[in-house]
């Protein structure tokens, strides 16, 4: 199986990890929006992502300083670069050798920026959500720009792995970016909900961390059979079948197991 989800808009950058990086696969595409970016004033670029005064100078300086030759103690990898909530649940530092290895290969981290990221791919620091309505020679925006390269990335290491599914932990404005008449995989999305006095609810926080366990689950247990994703339990989850449908299985958390 093949796994998405979706960046973070906050970063990890204290410690340079131990890892040896990659280059990203589309990393022209990159460096061309890094420039068109570069060329953004603070007041658009506050604009275009609805930035308060000092996020929106902390990343005009960030593309300010893109280079397309980093210099390595610029870069991380971008597994451990993210530190949002999907990442609280991944907690990629703690994955071993082995299943960083089994990540790289069937994990992909879908970028504004980059577009497709393995994890163990050299970033620079950087925001920029893939929802901006950025203006490019492709279309009014990022939507536009990647539609086509996201799909066939994902197809072509879907074909690498010899696998027709693909697990979508990634959130909708992330994954409304691939093509879904060009993505030629089966497409699961797990639903993580929190057990309340009016029945199961969908809280945001709590599902963006369920997603990331997720994807850990499947890392940590190999996992080639979209049926064993059925089994997946971490947190206190646990399948709930009669809201549940093949390409939607819905999790659902107890009330006891939100105290716990």
Not at 27 to 43: E, F, I, P, S, V
Request: include cysteine; proline fraction near 6%; charge should be neutral.
């Amino acid at each position: 199986m093949l796994i998405v989800i979706s960046p973070a808009k906050r970063l990890d950058w204290a410690e340079r990890p131990e890892h040896s990086m990659t280059t990203p696969s589309l990393l022209d595409d990159a460096n061309r929006l890094a420039k068109t970016m570069r060329n953004q004033t603070l007041g658009s670029l506050q604009k275009l992502m609805d930035l308060s005064p000092d996020l929106a100078r902390l990343n005009r300086d960030r593309f300010r300083d893109f280079s397309e030759e980093p210099q390595a103690d610029a870069v991380r990898p971008a597994a451990l670069a993210f530190a949002g909530d999907t990442y609280m649940g991944l907690e990629a530092a703690s994955l071993d050798v082995d299943e960083m290895v089994w990540a790289q290969d069937h994990l992909r981290i879908l970028s504004g920026l980059y577009g497709v990221l393995r994890p163990c791919d050299a970033i620079q620091p950087y925001r920029l959500e893939m929802g901006s309505r950025l203006k490019t020679r492709r279309g009014s925006n990022l939507y536009d720009y990647w539609r086509d390269d996201l799909s066939k990335a994902l197809n072509a290491q879907a074909k690498q792995l010899n696998t027709d599914v693909l697990v979508n932990c990634a959130s909708q404005e992330y994954f409304g970016a691939v093509a879904p008449k060009a993505l030629k995989l089966r497409v699961i999305t797990p639903v993580f909900m929190e057990e309340k006095p009016g029945g199961p609810k969908i809280v945001s926080f709590f599902a963006k961390r369920a997603r990331g366990a997720m994807a850990r689950y499947i890392i940590q247990h190999r996992l080639t059979d979209p049926a064993s994703l059925t089994e997946f339990d971490t947190g206190g989850y646990a399948l709930r079948p009669d809201l549940s449908t093949p390409e939607r299985p819905v999790f659902v958390r107890s009330e006891a197991a939100q105290a716990a």
